[in-house]
């Protein structure tokens, strides 16, 4: 019951047209899914949530690249350290989206099938099949939104750091972040 009722409370969030455009921590903050929700759909599932650390692992590959942004001016640097953080984070916020949708979806699912259960004995195994692999795709989205926006912690950690600090060498290459999942 208290999963349903985590489900139903995310229903009745309006997100603004101004909310949507953001893509930074407090962005991602917002839109990140429930740890707990999560980890109960998962277990319902039989998905085991991964141990791996994906800050630290964000954390890593921003390094590395920004290790690669040398010699540059320093507007450009900043400039390129900017764009490799609204990246992360706009990639991790659309994530944390989609598993929100399909959290909503099996939600919404659940709500119709119960009384198509309860009148026709033959739709239940139908509907059961239905559910689970809804919840099952859901969980699913829900560990790669989670993995992403640990991710985007990590980098929005270490370009943080350098944006904040005077770190004024690189050769302003840009270079394209791979997915962590």
């Given at each position: 019951m208290a999963p349903t009722m985590i489900e139903n409370l995310q229903e009745n969030i309006v997100r603004f047209p101004?909310?949507?455009?953001?893509?930074?921590?407090?962005?991602?903050i917002a839109e990140e899914p429930d740890f707990l929700a999560a980890e109960a759909l998962c277990d319902r599932c039989g998905i085991e949530i991964p141990t791996i650390n994906f800050i630290e692992c964000g954390e890593d590959e921003a390094r590395e690249l920004i290790a690669t942004l040398k010699d540059c001016d320093p507007v450009l640097y900043q400039r390129s350290l900017?764009?490799?953080?609204?990246?992360?984070?706009?990639?991790?916020?659309?994530?944390?989206?989609k598993a929100r949708r399909a959290q909503a979806d099996?939600?919404?699912?659940?709500?119709?099938?119960?009384?198509?259960?309860?009148?026709?004995?033959?739709?239940h195994a139908e509907c059961n099949a239905a559910l689970a692999d809804a919840e099952r795709r859901a969980a699913q989205q829900l560990l790669a939104a989670m993995a992403a926006a640990?991710?985007?912690?990590?980098?929005?950690?270490?370009?943080?750091y350098h944006l904040s600090d005077s770190?004024?060498?690189?050769?302003?290459?840009?270079?394209?972040?791979?997915?962590?999942?």
């Open positions: 101004l909310e949507l455009r953001r893509c930074d921590l407090d962005a991602l900017r764009r490799m953080q609204e990246d992360a984070m706009a990639m991790a916020i659309g994530l944390c989206r099996v939600s919404v699912l659940r709500r119709r099938s119960i009384p198509e259960r309860s009148a026709n004995p033959v739709m640990e991710w985007a912690r990590g980098i929005d950690e270490v370009v943080s770190h004024a060498s690189s050769n302003c290459t840009v270079v394209p972040f791979s997915r962590p999942v």
